[in-house]
């Protein structure tokens, strides 16, 4: 027997219908190349999101159409989330960081029809284009007094495009299923892949962000997302914010500024903030510098890749904010944990390492780790194996992928290797080809960096496997000094014994000026890998 209830679609035009009739005064702030504080209101932005779809099917726009974007995060990206989604458009978000062959790889294999791009990109696109056919044209996010010069074919100012269009659109009733948006994998191997986002998956995320042991957003606060809009929606900050009518903060170009992070925040009365480790890692050593305070700040949620508990210790102690550990990936939306607030009654070191880890998982998400032979492994917090999720808002097979992306019996593998303890507590010990395979046992790179990271004068580490004559590979860290720190490597070995096993401390330590990061922002293990290719290992290390 079926149910007898309506049958209501998700989908992201619910979302903005909702703002729009409850909401309409809430506000958005941004940074932009033109305006380094424009400010106006949801009501604003959804007109303006309609003249924009207006404009789009005068573009000749069709149902499904990819409709790329290289931007920063502020309104006029917001407008294109919604006037592209909402009228069954996709929007594609791509990350400008990424080498230009990978950007020309990502637009042809997307066929995206129109570009928007923030005014910076133009002279990338301009060296691109040849190699862009399908591109029919580019909107350049700007108004005329800023258009810049360019030899872009069908070269369109954004605020000139939207100018003429009526204010009202006939947003169609879409169906759940419909795809709303796109976003490739930053492809540390192979080719970048596509994940092609419904409506569905996008609303059920949504209700899982605002959940009270997630973001648990309140319609009177102020929300800065650090992560970038061109990846995974901006941790869907974009439309979590909307549902709930909060105050959306946008930063601009200005994403790794510590002062300008930190303006905004004050300036706004940011209340909750989101972001990867080397952002926090920014805005914190501003407001060493600078004795500023964020007194509206109260917490902040770290994702991307594992955060250091020196970020978390500074945070709390010296500003009062708790610090969210949360996991994820683009091929989940990209929601999968979180780690809610332990209680204070938690003894100190417990509570410590519960924090460290990566969180529950988020109502809507399942999670298993497997062995090699895919067989499920105990959750007891010390088996540690491949991690396999599934639900509604994980991706089932990649953009224009023959098969799809799960396992036979409908698991889909996200290529971290974890611990899953009794109380559901996901550890993510590494990925499957960081992980480091001694004397066949696995050593996890993840926990070593976290212990290195504890040290005095430390400001970054990572660990890799090098080659090694008798264990197969062995561990080598890699560590960034804090300015004005002298560290000394063999000290920072010593530091090692009796805080890991015995056989998991690095033979060796090595201090260099940067680390290489990758077009997100993480620590590229897979540069490290090829800058140390031709490393040898001490003598008394080959022993
Ligand atoms: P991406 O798809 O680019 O967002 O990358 C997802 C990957 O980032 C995950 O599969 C993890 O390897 C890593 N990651 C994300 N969040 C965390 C975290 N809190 N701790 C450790 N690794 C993380």
């Not at 810049?148 to 369109?156: G, Q, R, V, W």
């Not at 938690?346 to 998400?365: I, N, S, T, W, Y």
């Not at 992928?401 to 593998?413: K, P």
Request: a negative charge; one cysteine or more; glycine letters at 8%.
């Amino acid at each position: 027997m079926f149910g007898m209830m309506m049958q209501s679609q998700l989908t992201l035009t619910g979302i903005m219908r909702h703002a729009q009739s409850n909401f309409p005064n809430s506000e958005i702030v941004s940074v932009t190349a033109d305006n380094p504080q424009h400010r106006y209101t949801y009501r604003d932005a959804f007109t303006r999101a309609a003249q924009l779809a207006n404009a789009l099917q005068k573009l000749g726009a069709q149902p499904g159409d990819r409709i790329g974007t290289l931007a920063w995060n502020d309104y006029r990206h917001f407008e294109l989330y919604y006037a592209t989604s909402c009228s069954g458009l996709v929007c594609h978000t791509i990350n400008p960081r990424l080498f230009p062959e990978q950007i020309a790889y990502i637009v042809s294999h997307a066929e995206d029809r129109w570009l928007f791009i923030d005014p910076m990109f133009v002279p990338l696109l301009e060296a691109l284009a040849e190699q862009l056919p399908g591109v029919k044209g580019y909107v350049v996010l700007t108004d005329s007094a800023h258009m810049p010069d360019t030899s872009l074919p069908n070269a369109i100012c954004y605020e000139t495009l939207l100018e003429s269009e009526p204010t009202e659109f006939a947003w169609p009733e879409l169906d759940e299923q419909t795809a709303a948006a796109l976003c490739y994998t930053s492809g540390t191997t192979g080719n970048p892949k596509g994940v092609l986002y419904s409506h569905r998956a996008m609303v059920l995320h949504t209700y899982g962000v605002l959940m009270p042991d997630v973001f648990a957003l309140q319609g009177d606060e102020a929300v800065l997302p650090v992560v970038p809009m061109f990846h995974v929606n901006a941790w869907s900050i974009p439309y979590a914010v909307p549902a709930v009518g909060a105050k959306l903060v946008f930063p601009g170009p200005k994403m790794g500024c510590g002062e300008t992070l930190s303006n905004l925040m004050q300036r706004e009365g940011v209340t909750i903030a989101a972001g990867v480790p080397t952002v926090w890692l920014a805005l914190l050593k501003h407001l060493r510098e600078t004795n500023e305070t964020i007194p509206s700040l109260n917490r902040v949620v770290v994702g991307g890749s594992a955060c250091p508990w020196s970020i978390m210790q500074e945070f709390e102690e010296k500003h009062g904010v708790y610090t969210h550990h949360a996991w994820g990936m683009t091929e989940m939306s990209p929601l999968g944990t979180y780690n809610a607030r332990i209680p204070a009654t938690v003894p100190a070191d417990e509570a410590k390492a519960l924090r460290l880890k990566q969180g529950r998982a988020a109502f809507g998400v399942e999670m298993r780790i497997v062995n090699d032979q895919g067989q499920p492994l105990p959750h007891d917090g010390t088996a540690f194996g491949a991690l396999q999720v599934r639900g509604p808002w994980v991706c089932e097979r990649y953009y224009r992928a023959e098969e799809s992306a799960l396992t036979a019996d409908g698991w889909f593998d996200t290529g971290d290797v974890a611990t899953i303890d009794p109380q559901g507590y996901l550890g993510i010990t590494d990925r499957t080809k960081d992980v480091i395979k001694s004397g066949g046992e696995w050593i996890s790179s993840i926990e070593l960096e976290n212990f290195a990271m504890t040290l005095p004068g430390v400001a970054e580490a990572a660990v890799i496997g090098v080659a090694h004559e008798k264990w197969a590979e062995r561990p080598l860290l890699i560590l960034v000094a804090a300015p004005g720190a002298q560290l000394d490597p063999q000290a920072v070995l010593a530091a090692f014994k009796g805080k890991v096993a015995s056989w998991w401390i690095p033979d060796d330590c090595i201090v260099v000026e940067e680390l290489p990061h990758t077009a997100t922002g993480k620590i590229s293990k897979k540069d490290l890998r090829q800058q140390f290719a031709d490393y040898q290992w001490p003598e008394e290390a080959t022993a």
